[in-house]
């Protein structure tokens, strides 16, 4: 069926051209005067196609989750306060969605538009207090072979997973644990690269996204439980 008269059509749309183009010429142009310069093109490329993007995409992670979301596209100004690199801009495109409940902090997915890759992501970057404590009482436990076993699933089918941030088991847990490298972690994400950042300017990338977010919901699912 086709789509009613000013309602976007998920399988259709795209990113445009432009706005790759756009993240090119940035990178060799990273100053707040070509910026100003160029703002409109930004304006028109990027900003714009993401916020239609955001809408079609919670749409598609309502449908699958059964849970209203909604999203964050990050700025572009880069915080350099505590940086060497000084670049103003960043010549990427980071956009999170987070389930919408009354409380806590839920797991988010993500979506990563640079100028090398296109980056699919569910999970918590860094767990609250609360939530880390409920997480490793429940890897230590039997319940961490049962993600231990999801996550080897998952990278056998070409999913990346983040690294542990921890060198050692935390302490009031063997340090031959054998959930250990999920006790050593203070966040999970699991993501899905795409070598080709191009295919987001091509005919059904959000149902592609869909797609992809699909086979990472189990990891979702099990954070979302915490």
Known sequence: ?????????????????????????L????????????????????????????????????????????????????????????????????????????????PAWHFGLGLEKLSLGAGTFAFDKPVLEAYRSRVGGAEGVRLGDLLSTLRRDGVRIGEPELKRVPAGFESDHPSGDLLRRKGLSAWIDIDDPSVATETGIVTSCAESFRRLKPVFDWLLAL
Not at 56 to 72: F, I, P, Y
Not at 81 to 92: A, G, Q
Request: charged letters at 25%; hydrophobic letters at 35%.
């Open 1 to 25: 069926m086709a789509p009613k008269p000013g309602i976007l059509d998920a399988r259709s749309w795209h990113f445009p051209a432009e706005g790759l183009a756009f993240l090119e010429e």
């Open 27 to 106: 990178k060799a142009n990273n100053s707040r005067d070509w910026f100003a310069q160029n703002k409109a093109t930004y304006e028109r490329a990027v900003k714009r196609p993401a916020a239609v993007f955001c809408s079609l995409v919670e749409s598609e992670l309502a449908n699958l989750t059964g849970r209203k979301h909604t999203s964050k596209v990050f700025r572009i100004h880069r915080d350099v306060r505590f940086s060497k690199d000084k670049t103003p801009y960043n010549v990427h495109l980071h956009i999170s969605f987070l389930p919408v409940q009354p409380e806590g902090t839920p």
